[in-house]
């Protein structure tokens, strides 16, 4: 695809630094398999899905559903509305997100000094996601009203197409060599939209989906989970992007293994969300047992940087019952062995 392998040397609006997001080598084996990180927290606020906000822009300024001056209102965890808000302030429109307490601080907190209105769905310091309740208030606040859009990003094809350039970039990269595509699944867009896109590119290689446990993507049960960005709580309904016919396994990361994998991963000097460590943690455990030679790719959605507060937090981990530190050990561990064999 054109234009998406190069970027000039000055560029003139943020969205002009979405994409080139580099792969770094976190751990390899004996037998010569190595597992990469698409480090998508290069991007332009810190977090991939940048990639569809702007598609579902552009997207709705084709179709005339948008237009000068218009609004824009998303349900949103973080990290997609701090994509819009980018966006909007850019282009002129005004931007509403709806969110709720399980999002992390650092996003609401940066979705607003970048211009954004915040809608609560609930005000009363829960942290339970409410992603249903806030999907019906963002339609709800868009239905009618001339000159403005409810992206949906759950139901947004645009929202998979985003991610077209990140399939073109891993080929470029790696001269088509990939054989495992592992990432987390949520709205679907950035794993499914990657793969489709990436199977026109590359042959014969497979697909790994990784949610919470007690999202119910990929069976039950149900339960809460603090994984944000990430996941099908119980009550919402599963995003029209979750492709099964392009994953090839779906499998479940607790919390517990998820935040000890990015606390064991930060001290190897980079830190990464909440959902990338459930990813990782996946990646990690079976890189092993994959056979000689093999390139594992696992999509990394967003940096540490927004979980000081949460993730790498350790009273706010003992509170919740999750700081583990033997998990933690056993992860740093492993990737202490894997480590030298880069």
Known sequence: ??????????????????????????????????????????????TAKIRMARAMIDAAEQSGELRPGGRIIESTSGNTGLGLAVIA???????????????????????KA??????????????????AAREELAEDMARDQDNTVFTEQHNNPANGVGYFPVAH????????NLDVLVGAVGTGGGLCGTARELRTLIPGFSTIGVEPKGSIAFGGPAHDYYQSGTGTPEGAELGALVD??????????????AFATCRAVARTGLLIGGSAGG??????????????????VALINDGGEKYM?????????????????????????LLTKLRRNR
């Open 244 to 257: 099964f016919d392009l994953i090839d396994e779906g499998v479940k990361v607790g919390d517990v293994e």
């Open 1 to 46: 695809m054109p234009g998406f392998l190069q970027r000039p040397a000055v560029v003139s609006r943020v969205s002009d630094l979405i994409g080139h997001t580099p792969l770094l080598e976190l751990a390899g084996t004996e037998t010569g398999s190595r597992l990469l990180l698409k480090l998508e927290m290069f991007n332009p606020t810190g």
């Open 114 to 131: 970048l211009g954004t209105e915040l809608v609560h769905v609930v005000d009363d310091g829960t942290e339970e996601l409410a992603t």
């Open 279 to 296: 990813v990782v943690h996946e990646a990690l455990t079976r890189l092993s047992s994959l056979p000689p030679g093999t390139t594992m």
């Open 169 to 176: 970039e891993l080929n470029a990269a790696l001269d088509g």
């Open 309 to 333: 507060d949460t993730v790498f937090n350790d009273d706010w981990m003992q509170a919740r019952g999750l700081l583990d530190p033997n998990a933690e050990r056993d992860i740093e561990e």
């Open 89 to 111: 302030a850019e282009r002129g429109y005004a931007f509403t997100a709806v969110v709720d307490n399980h999002a992390a601080a650092d996003k609401l907190r940066a979705m």
